[in-house]
Nanobody
């Protein structure tokens, strides 16, 4: 099982990034997918989640109307489009796949929002 995040980097405040998480080794379309983040000195927090067929999404209040989670089950990939980025969005972003008691995590990708 692998979850590989990509797309992180350094961006100025107000900018955009799109994170991708490529999955392999399991039946991606059966799993709910989520993005989490951990900022320096803070607890890991849920950013957004999407159901297995993409019909239901959920967002942290801090990212609503700025971030969009989506998935392409044909490509075994989940995305996080991040717009209007703020310095407070600086964190390591992780994707997570869950199905009942099955639970997989990626290694994370760093997002830094700074001028």
């Amino acid at each position: 099982v692998q979850l590989v995040e990509s797309g992180g980097g350094l961006v100025q405040p107000g900018g955009s990034l799109r994170l991708s998480c490529a999955a392999s080794g399991f039946t991606f379309s059966m799993y709910a997918m989520s993005w989490y983040r951990r900022a320096p000195g803070k607890e890991r927090e849920l950013v957004a989640s999407i159901s297995n067929v993409g019909g239901s999404t959920n967002y942290a209040d801090s990212v609503k109307d700025r971030f969009t989670i989506s998935r392409d089950n044909a490509k075994n990939t989940v995305y996080l489009q991040m717009n209007s980025l703020k310095p407070g969005d600086t964190a390591v972003y992780y994707c997570r796949a869950t199905l009942v008691r099955l639970d997989y995590w990626g290694q994370g990708t760093q997002v830094t929002v700074s001028s």
